[in-house]
């Protein structure tokens, strides 16, 4: 029963976003409106329509029907009931369902929204965004239908089908899989949901830019449109990308947060694309100027969106991450191939109405650190895709399997990143338009002092590595730098309005979200970077068999081993958990747990390290292997992880920082404001412009 | 600003053709290595080429001397419960092919070391040339994807029938090679 | 040829020189031989070469902390090799005879792979003329043009600026 409402609903989604089409192009290109009209109200019944299937899966993954292949594969009885919720996005066919119905929330959302300016859009967004729903959903229907049930036909073969087959019986099975063990961790299950959604929100500026070119409208407004969509996106992807991190870092085991795996360098490369373009669109809605360019990141940010997608569900390139083998790899390559061309084609036709409106002025203008700071965006992006990509080649050139593993990656992006950090202090301070040397310097010399006595500093307490030095300057002359900013902004409006500095910073924040958020980001950035360059450069590691009473000592501190136990728990699992004490310099830090569980079910081994975090660094340890009870002894990794914390604090604020950018303006406070200060503006000594 | 009466200044033919020939490029090594991925192991009646095994003795043994005869390729690694299950089965099997000199054995050991390869062999006394996947030219060849996996080539030299996961009884390996023989 | 060889060395010095602070970091992990000194060679010792290997059974994870059963035998197979007085070169070497070169972390430089390394500085490279380009347009322009500081559309933000000003201003003077 449920099983039919979730299939026909999805059918009938699928017919509505075919309808959604063929009307809004009609509509369009008979100048019919009501013909567009009713395409937006197809659009926008997609989201309930869709609610519908998910809330069908869920509810048989939640009431164990295991008679359905998809509840079968991914949950167990013995599982707690927010993973048999979440297991919604746990297998292939089902994430594709819940893809498509955060696209359709994206659309909907985006239907609804006030036309009346942009009229000519919106067949275009239409078309585009339900083009990608409706492939998504033929993928779901034709190929990975989550309804399909288990039937057994009298020779007792099994049979797996949507509907009954002539002389069958329905086979329900007593218990299911149950969810790959790796993936029952609570990290993951917010993390693909947080990727999901920056992807599919991608699709939104894309829709926008692609209607923007197929109308041939040349000014800005489909930028001005999306602005908030793309950050919000690029939020979505960031939460994803700062989790996925921060699972491998307590699930994986490996003493590590990002391995370059392709399936991770697929979700990062967006966010490269992305990023940039979150900074270059300023320049055009500033000064006029790349408008070309915008569209070529906009256009690139959604090619990557979905090759990223096809990278990690078609099999093409094996990875730890990849989905299991499937049909839907022929379909995404065609999609994906009718997109690239249908892009680039439009791009091409319209190339010629980009032209930029204005010029740039000076090489330290705001605008020309812009185009530096996305040279270095897209450098990287051409480091990650390539290293990504060559393995394929190689195979196929070659026959030859190659590994392009973390020390390429690690080598050919530090510098770029480097860059990015150096900008990242200078580009706030210059002006659009013009600024020079002399306006930079004087803006500059403050917080530049600062960072060169924390370079001092750390020099004095005897970090050698230039690399290191290198990079803790950058972020130190980051950070002072955007503090300072903030700081003049308080002091600004504490001059202007009389307010308390507290409550000035807090107004100058809420009042300029795009800009102060933008800030506390690149401070968050600052503050990952110290993280990454505390593991990066200083992480140190060791490894030896104990017996009990023995220890290793790392860094100061020291580990002994004090027993272990083998056990198995009433879900399904095998654990093997070490008791571990831990002390630094004489002084007692407590006991770690460091364990291996063993799930009966899947057969899969997890391992669990047992990790003590502070601000200054992490210990970490992996139980590596161990002897039967007889001799006593286990093997223990051990690894000291300076700074890595900050790489998770600053993850935090990170989303803050983007939270405060997308948050949207209360119009009417801002009105308020306004004529506040327009009041307020007899106290300011008007100044004339030097 | 935009002037309408300014001539669109597009883009240069050459431009354009790089661009698409370089989107087209890509796109067909996607494709390319799509259908790699989807093709799976070598398929059922494809020409097997011919590869050199250098075994655990220091011999080295080639398909191309064995033309004719049907060749039996099983990769195994020591590190694999599943292959122990086989290993004796494959090994009787051998010893009643063996008289014909109809049907040759070929055992691959796949991403294994060489001291516990050696220890498997004398464990299960297996007799047939074995050797390691030097560089994993074999196994590429065949796109193995897991031991055990078992690949029977025929007198023509085309794939005949292959195994993934271990044969679960001698009945099971002769009911695939014997129709083989006969063909 | 030989001009070959020149662009060929010209790459290799460009990425040098982009590398140089992080390649810095890769050479502390300089070879040592162990076995003369009679002892065993450490877990430590054996992770120093395992760290640089992968293995093909688990795809894109360093030998040395990879958990499955065949990972385990090749760290053995290197402490054999240590015990047996090889060294970290002759070692890996070892493994790329036996298991091809995708144990080793990036691809050997020759052939094909080459483009691994030389594509991407040459995109940056492109990269920096096109910006370079744009921006030399932009200095032409400027000396024909005087341009003033674009006015900031953010209402708030030019009266900050305005009010800063003039403290500054008044700061100086007072």
């Known amino acids: 029963m449920i099983t039919n409402i979730g299939y026909g609903s999805l059918i009938i989604t699928f017919v509505l976003s075919l309808y959604g ?7 369009e290109r008979k100048n019919l409106y009501r013909f567009v009209e009713s395409a937006r109200v197809a659009m926008l019944l997609t989201f309930p329509m869709l609610t519908l299937v998910a809330l069908s899966i869920i509810t048989l993954l939640v009431t164990q029907h295991y008679e359905v292949q998809y509840v079968y594969n991914t949950t167990s009885q013995s599982m707690p009931i927010y993973l048999k919720i979440t297991a919604l996005w746990g297998g292939q066919s089902g994430s594709l369902v819940f893809w498509a119905w955060l696209m359709s929330a994206f659309a909907s959302a985006v239907s609804i929204r006030k036309w009346s300016r942009d009229r000519d859009l919106l067949p275009w967004v239409i078309v585009v965004s339900l083009v990608t729903l409706a492939f998504f ?7 990975e239908n989550p309804f399909q049930r288990f039937w057994a036909s009298p020779g007792s073969r099994e049979i797996v089908a949507m509907f009954q087959p002539a002389g069958t019986q329905l086979l329900i099975p007593n218990d299911g899989r149950g969810l790959n063990p790796l993936l029952r961790h609570p990290g993951m299950v917010i993390h693909p949901p947080m990727l999901y959604l920056g992807f599919v929100s991608f699709v939104i500026p894309f829709a926008f830019g692609i209607a923007a ?17 793309t950050l919000v996106a690029w939020m979505f992807l960031s939460i994803g990308l700062i989790l996925g991190s921060r699972w491998a870092y307590d699930v994986l085991g490996w003493g590590g947060y990002w391995a370059w795996d392709p399936v991770e360098n697929a979700a990062l490369m967006p966010w490269l694309t992305g990023t940039a373009f979150l900074h270059s669109v300023m320049i055009q809605e500033k000064r006029g100027l790349f408008k070309r360019w915008n569209m070529i990141l906009v256009i690139l940010t959604y090619s990557l969106v979905i090759f990223g997608t096809f990278l990690t569900r078609s099999g093409v390139l094996s990875s730890v991450h990849a989905f299991a083998q499937s049909a839907i ?6 999609f994906i191939g009718i997109t690239f061309i249908i892009s680039l084609a439009l791009l091409i036709k319209r190339w010629g109405d980009l032209k930029s409106e204005g010029v740039m002025h000076s090489l330290l203008s705001r605008e020309s650190l812009f185009l530096l700071n996305n040279l270095l965006f897209i450098g990287i992006l051409v480091v990650v895709f390539w290293g990504t990509v060559f393995p394929l080649i190689s195979e196929l050139l070659t026959g030859q399997k190659v590994t392009v593993a973390a020390p390429f990656y690690q080598r050919s ?8 950090l150096l900008l990242m202090g200078i580009a706030p301070l210059s002006a659009w338009g013009h600024s020079t040397w002399k306006t930079l310097g004087k803006a500059m010399w403050k917080p530049g002092l600062l960072s060169l006595i924390v370079l001092l500093g750390m020099i004095i307490s005897g970090v050698h590595s230039i690399g290191a030095l290198l990079g803790f300057w950058l972020a130190s002359f980051a950070f002072f730098i955007t503090i300072h900013e903030f700081w003049r902004g308080t002091k600004a409006r504490h001059k202007r309005s009389g307010e308390n500095y507290l409550t000035a910073f807090f107004r100058l924040a809420a009042r300029n979200r795009r ?18 360059i505390g593991i990066e450069g200083y992480q140190t590691e060791t490894q030896a068999k104990l017996k009990a009473g023995e220890s290793i000592q790392l860094s100061g501190y020291t580990v002994t081993f004090k027993s272990l136990a083998e056990f198995d728990t009433n879900d399904g699992r095998n654990v093997a958990r070490a008791v571990l004490d831990v002390s630094k310099n004489g002084k007692n830090l407590g006991q770690l747990y460091p364990r291996r569980d063993y799930f009966y079910d899947s057969q899969q081994p997890m391992t669990i390290p047992g990790v003590r975090s502070t601000i200054e660094d992490d210990l970490y340890i992996v139980l590596v292997n161990w002897e039967q009870i ?14 890595i914390n900050w790489l998770w604090i600053g993850g935090i604020l990170l989303i803050f920082g983007s939270f405060v950018a997308a948050w949207p303006d209360q119009e009417r406070s801002l009105q308020l404001e306004r004529k506040l200060a327009s009041q307020n503006s007899s106290v300011v000594p008007v100044s004339s412009s030097d | 600003m935009e002037n309408e009466t300014t001539p669109k200044k597009g883009l240069s033919r050459t431009t354009i053709i790089v661009a698409f020939a370089i989107l087209l490029g890509f796109l067909a090594l996607l494709g390319w290595g799509l259908r790699n991925a989807q093709a799976g192991p070598v398929q059922v009646g494809q020409k097997v080429p011919t590869f050199d095994l250098t075994t655990f003795d220091g011999e080295v043994v080639s398909t191309s001397d064995l033309q004719g005869k049907v060749i039996v390729v099983n990769f195994w690694a020591s590190w694999c419960k599943p292959c122990e299950q086989e290993a004796a089965d494959l090994e009787r099997a051998w010893q009643i092919y063996k008289e014909t000199d109809d049907v040759y054995f070929f055992g691959v050991a796949y991403v294994d070391i060489e001291p516990k390869s050696r220890a498997y062999i004398e464990k299960f006394n297996i007799t047939y040339p074995n050797g390691p996947d030097l560089r994993t030219t074999i196994s590429t060849m065949f796109r193995v994807r897991g031991v055990p996996e078992t690949y029977i080539i025929d007198r023509q030299g085309k794939l005949a029938a292959f195994k993934i996961g271990p044969y679960s009884s001698l009945g099971e390996i002769q009911a695939m090679i014997d129709p083989i023989i006969l063909q | 040829m030989g001009f070959k060889k020149l662009s060929l060395n010209l790459v290799i010095k460009f990425t040098n020189i982009l590398f140089v602070p992080f390649m810095l970091f890769a050479l502390i992990g300089v070879s040592q031989v162990y076995a003369q000194s009679g002892n065993p060679p450490t877990a430590d010792q054996i992770n120093a070469i395992a760290k640089q290997l992968y293995c093909p059974v688990c ?3 360093p030998l040395d902390v990879c958990p499955t059963q065949a990972c385990a035998q090749w760290r053995d197979v290197i402490r054999d090799k240590l015990v047996a007085g090889w060294n970290e070169e002759q070692i890996k070497e070892y493994f790329v005879n036996q298991y091809g070169d995708r144990v080793l972390a990036e691809p050997p430089k020759r052939g094909l792979n080459w483009l691994v390394y030389v594509l991407p500085p040459i995109f940056f490279l492109g990269g920096l003329v096109l910006v370079y380009k744009n921006i030399k347009n932009a200095r032409k322009l400027e000396s024909t043009i005087t341009s003033a500081p674009i006015v900031e559309d953010d209402p708030f933000l030019k009266e900050f600026e305005d009010v800063l000003r003039k403290m500054e201003e008044n700061g100086k003077n007072g």
């Not at chain 1, 089409?21 to 509509?27: H, L, Q």
């Not at chain 1, 102060?516 to 968050?524: K, V």
């Open chain 1, 413 to 420: 992006t530090a510098p770029l990143f480097a860059g990015l």
């Open chain 1, 515 to 532: 800009r102060y958020g933008g800030y506390l980001i690149h401070l968050s950035v600052v503050l990952m970077a110290i993280g990454i």
């Open chain 3, 59 to 61: 795809e894109n994870t």
């Open chain 1, 213 to 229: 070119l197929i109308t041939g409208r040349k000014d800005d407004r489909w930028i001005r449109l999306t602005r908030r969509w």
């Open chain 1, 329 to 334: 790899g022929p379909m995404f390559f065609i």
């Open chain 1, 137 to 143: 959903l033929s993928m779901i229907i034709f190929f």
């Open chain 1, 630 to 643: 007889s001799s006593g002894s286990a093997t223990f990794k051990v690894f000291h992880n300076p700074l």
């Open chain 1, 21 to 27: 089409i063929v009307a809004a192009i009609y509509g």
